[in-house]
């Protein structure tokens, strides 16, 4: 071949200003395409040889990345099947350009929140390298033997205008040299391509060689003076990826420690273990392989969520799954393998597609699956995980109908006393003491033992067992089950007295007439907080307290919700303000005497110190308040 130069076809416009301009912000995953590329050329080449078409010497296969500082060039070589001149036409000058200005077109329409989205998953393939270079060279060998065969170089700096000859290359493949251009010096960075290559490459099933590095290796028959083995240093090759990652292997084939060690290689910088693992793998009707990681989750959840990494037939693509995966399984950790999953389009698209949603749901129900396998198989071990597990169930259960459908069998509530308990067996623990005159199931619960103390004291006195409901979307989740429930409500042990959350029968007659208790609400409404308690009268029995504070379990339930949902939304800017019920006993002694009590000021102590006493177990007690009652405790005393 003499050497041409020639115009790239081109269509609309110069398309490698746009490319600079447009795809800045994404323009590293020019690496992962130039080695997707040599991986593609290598696995070919294979396929080539398992076929009968190619008889030669494989030889090694590494691809090699190479940064050479001095003259400003990153290198990606691999020996691979290579190509011909005319395949370099063919290939780079006219496909490969015509899908970068497909790109390109298609690009320039969206949106820019969308743009961002197709950056990362439209294989803009060779011509990215664009973005980072000045000048993109390509030396290539075909694998092919014959008279129109000679190595080829080619070369472009970014304008129309691209030049091919013929040039001297021993081995067999390809080299990509991108010059890379002044603003994009990083790439030149030996830190910076290891970051690239772990971040897109790990798991590349050809080897990828960055360099050597340095291990130590012992020197047999050598110990120093305190017997420790002597070692050397060596300089081995630096192989950046696994190329068998466990997700390929067969399920059957791999043990606990293995799965353990590769959440360990997915997240090096993870101290706690996984909870337990889900291994992914059909073929039909679309192909998946992965690994999916219930992981130990912390009260910031949020910040743990985006961790499963999104494969492409090993080639990294995205750790962002939303919409691919439902929902509640972001908590998760772990991969996702399938060349079938559309990358080049966006989200809203993705949402969308038949085989995404057909995806979604098959991994919605393996973690069902496994779930419930675990729990048949060892209750116990199901007990033991459960505090950790329960946000994914129960977020699963709030958000995705047909994951409840499966959960609703082996979800656990569990008691105060730390007893487990499916949804059935705790209907039953329940039904014959927590009925209420109505025949509607009362269930109770608690979100913090400590605070609540008193209150569950007071339902268990009564035989009535407690729910502790104190994880993150609780609240969400009494919602949802309570739906779900038939004739049946939940409540928290604070929100009422015990005897007005479960009534057994007509309210007995009251002790006080209303004028009566017209006068003791004026006595109370005098020392307290008007604007934060309401004074009620219960019939409660004689050693019940004289006072307790409860809040409305509606009321409350729209406060965690504003707390939940970001504050101000239904009343304004302030928000809902926390509002109680002082009920007061009408059959507590203390209460009787206050009637018969003359003096107003010894009236008043008694109801301050009632009222304190009501609002000190429930926690509202504090700073200047709390200093108040201490001192007239202690006069009291005296
Ligand atoms: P795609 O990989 O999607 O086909 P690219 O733009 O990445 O698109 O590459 C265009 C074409 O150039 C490839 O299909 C292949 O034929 C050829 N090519 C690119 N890199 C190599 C390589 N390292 N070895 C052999 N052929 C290559
Ligand atoms: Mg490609």
Same mark, same amino acid.
């Given at each position: 071949?003499?050497?041409?130069?020639?115009?790239?076809? !081109?269509?609309?416009?110069?398309?490698?200003?746009?490319?600079?301009?447009?795809?800045?912000?994404?323009?590293?995953?020019?690496?992962?395409?130039?080695?997707?590329?040599?991986?593609?050329?290598?696995?070919?080449?294979?396929?080539?040889? +398992?076929?009968?078409?190619?008889?030669?010497?494989?030889?090694?296969?590494?691809?090699?990345?190479?940064?050479?500082?001095?003259?400003?060039?990153?290198?990606?070589?691999? %020996?691979?099947?290579?190509?011909? /001149?005319?395949?370099?036409?063919?290939?780079?000058?006219?496909?490969?350009?015509?899908?970068?200005?497909?790109?390109?077109?298609?690009?320039?329409?969206?949106?820019?929140?969308?743009?961002?989205?197709?950056?990362?998953?439209?294989?803009?393939?060779?011509?990215? +390298?664009?973005?980072?270079?000045?000048?993109?060279?390509?030396?290539?060998?075909?694998?092919?033997?014959?008279?129109?065969?000679?190595?080829?170089?080619?070369?472009?700096?970014?304008?129309?205008?691209?030049?091919?000859?013929?040039?001297?290359?021993?081995?067999?493949?390809?080299?990509? !040299?991108?010059?890379?251009?002044?603003?994009?010096?990083?790439?030149?960075?030996?830190?910076?391509?290891?970051?690239?290559?772990?971040?897109?490459?790990?798991?590349?099933?050809?080897?990828?060689?960055?360099?050597?590095?340095?291990?130590?290796?012992?020197?047999? /028959?050598?110990?120093?003076?305190?017997?420790?083995?002597?070692?050397?240093?060596?300089?081995?090759?630096?192989? !950046?990826?696994?190329?068998?990652?466990?997700?390929?292997?067969?399920?059957?084939?791999?043990?606990?420690?293995?799965?353990?060690?590769?959440?360990?290689?997915?997240?090096?910088?993870?101290?706690?273990?996984?909870?337990?693992?889900?291994?992914?793998?059909?073929?039909?009707?679309?192909?998946?392989?992965?690994?999916?990681?219930?992981?130990?989750?912390?009260?910031?959840?949020?910040?743990?969520?985006?961790?499963?990494?999104?494969?492409?037939?090993?080639?990294?693509?995205?750790?962002?799954?939303?919409?691919?995966?439902?929902?509640?399984?972001?908590?998760?950790? /772990?991969?996702?393998?399938?060349?079938?999953?559309?990358?080049?389009?966006? %989200?809203?698209?993705?949402?969308?597609?038949?085989?995404?949603?057909?995806?979604?749901?098959?991994?919605?129900?393996?973690?069902?699956?496994?779930?419930?396998?675990?729990?048949?198989?060892?209750?116990?071990?199901?007990?033991?995980?459960?505090?950790?597990?329960?946000?994914?169930?129960?977020?699963?259960?709030?958000?995705?109908?047909?994951?409840?459908?499966?959960?609703?069998?082996?979800?656990?509530?569990?008691?105060?006393?730390?007893?487990?308990?499916?949804?059935?067996?705790?209907?039953?623990?329940?039904?014959?003491?927590?009925?209420?005159?109505?025949?509607?199931?009362?269930?109770?619960?608690?979100?913090?033992?400590?605070?609540?103390?008193?209150?569950?004291?007071?339902?268990?006195?009564?035989?009535?067992?407690?729910?502790?409901?104190?994880?993150?979307?609780? +609240?969400?989740?009494?919602?949802?089950?309570?739906?779900?429930?038939?004739?049946?409500?939940?409540?928290?042990?604070?929100?009422?007295?015990?005897?007005?959350?479960?009534?057994?029968?007509?309210?007995?007659?009251?002790?006080?007439?209303?004028?009566?208790?017209?006068?003791?609400?004026?006595?109370?409404?005098?020392?307290?907080?008007?604007?934060?308690?309401?004074?009620?009268?219960?019939?409660?029995?004689?050693?019940?307290?004289?006072?307790?504070?409860?809040?409305?379990?509606?009321?409350?339930?729209?406060?965690?919700?504003?707390?939940?949902?970001?504050?101000?939304?239904?009343?304004?800017? /302030?928000?809902?303000?926390?509002?109680?019920?002082?009920?007061?006993?009408?059959?507590?002694?203390?209460?009787?005497?206050?009637?018969?009590?003359?003096?107003?000021?010894?009236?008043?102590?008694?109801?301050?110190?009632?009222?304190?006493?009501?609002?000190?177990?429930?926690?509202?007690?504090?700073?200047?308040?709390?200093?108040?009652?201490?001192?007239? +405790?202690?006069?009291?005393?005296?």
């Amino acid at each position: 071949m003499t050497t041409q130069k020639g115009q790239i076809d !081109i269509k609309t416009e110069n398309i490698f200003p746009i490319i600079k301009k447009f795809l800045y912000s994404d323009h590293e995953i020019f690496l992962r395409e130039l080695i997707s590329n040599a991986v593609d050329a290598t696995q070919k080449l294979k396929t080539l040889v +398992s076929t009968g078409a190619f008889k030669g010497e494989l030889g090694g296969l590494t691809i090699h990345v190479e940064v050479d500082k001095k003259n400003k060039t990153l290198t990606v070589r691999d %020996r691979g099947l290579g190509m011909t /001149g005319d395949e370099v036409k063919k290939y780079i000058n006219q496909i490969a350009f015509s899908s970068a200005e497909e790109f390109v077109k298609k690009f320039k329409t969206k949106s820019e929140a969308e743009q961002h989205n197709i950056i990362g998953h439209f294989g803009l393939g060779f011509y990215s +390298s664009f973005m980072v270079s000045e000048k993109v060279e390509i030396k290539t060998k075909t694998y092919k033997k014959g008279g129109a065969t000679k190595p080829v170089r080619w070369e472009c700096d970014g304008s129309p205008e691209y030049l091919l000859e013929d040039t001297e290359k021993e081995d067999r493949g390809t080299e990509i !040299i991108l010059h890379i251009d002044k603003e994009n010096k990083e790439f030149l960075e030996d830190h910076k391509i290891t970051e690239l290559l772990n971040k897109y490459c790990k798991f590349l099933p050809v080897p990828i060689q960055f360099g050597m590095k340095t291990e130590y290796e012992p020197i047999e /028959g050598k110990k120093d003076k305190d017997g420790n083995q002597e070692t050397k240093e060596v300089k081995v090759p630096n192989i !950046i990826n696994n190329t068998h990652p466990l997700w390929k292997n067969k399920p059957a084939a791999a043990t606990d420690e293995d799965y353990k060690n590769f959440y360990r290689e997915l997240y090096p910088m993870t101290f706690e273990e996984p909870l337990f693992h889900i291994h992914l793998n059909v073929d039909y009707p679309f192909n998946l392989t992965g690994i999916l990681y219930f992981p130990k989750v912390k009260k910031d959840y949020k910040l743990q969520r985006n961790k499963i990494q999104l494969y492409s037939n090993q080639v990294f693509v995205t750790d962002s799954v939303e919409g691919i995966v439902p929902e509640f399984l972001t908590l998760l950790h /772990g991969v996702i393998d399938s060349p079938d999953i559309p990358l080049n389009v966006s %989200r809203s698209y993705l949402q969308s597609d038949q085989s995404v949603k057909k995806i979604s749901s098959y991994i919605t129900r393996k973690v069902a699956d496994k779930l419930s396998e675990i729990f048949k198989k060892d209750r116990k071990v199901f007990e033991d995980k459960w505090d950790d597990i329960k946000i994914f169930i129960e977020y699963g259960m709030v958000s995705e109908p047909k994951f409840y459908d499966k959960a609703e069998k082996f979800a656990l509530l569990k008691n105060t006393e730390g007893k487990y308990f499916t949804f059935e067996e705790y209907k039953k623990h329940i039904e014959t003491a927590q009925k209420d005159k109505e025949n509607k199931l009362v269930y109770l619960y608690a979100t913090n033992q400590e605070e609540q103390f008193s209150y569950i004291e007071a339902a268990k006195e009564r035989g009535y067992d407690v729910l502790i409901m104190d994880g993150v979307l609780d +609240s969400h989740f009494i919602q949802n089950i309570e739906q779900k429930f038939e004739n049946s409500s939940f409540a928290r042990v604070d929100s009422d007295s015990i005897e007005k959350l479960i009534k057994k029968e007509d309210e007995a007659p009251s002790k006080l007439d209303d004028k009566q208790k017209e006068q003791l609400k004026a006595m109370f409404e005098r020392n307290i907080n008007k604007e934060q308690f309401k004074v009620e009268f219960e019939n409660l029995s004689e050693s019940d307290m004289p006072a307790t504070i409860t809040q409305n379990e509606f009321m409350r339930r729209m406060k965690d919700m504003e707390a939940v949902g970001g504050g101000g939304m239904m009343m304004g800017m /302030g928000g809902l303000p926390d509002m109680y019920d002082l009920i007061v006993n009408a059959n507590n002694p203390l209460i009787g005497k206050l009637l018969v009590e003359e003096d107003e000021k010894n009236q008043d102590n008694l109801i301050k110190q009632v009222y304190d006493l009501a609002r000190l177990s429930k926690n509202l007690l504090k700073g200047k308040e709390l200093n108040d009652f201490v001192k007239r +405790s202690v006069n009291i005393i005296e």
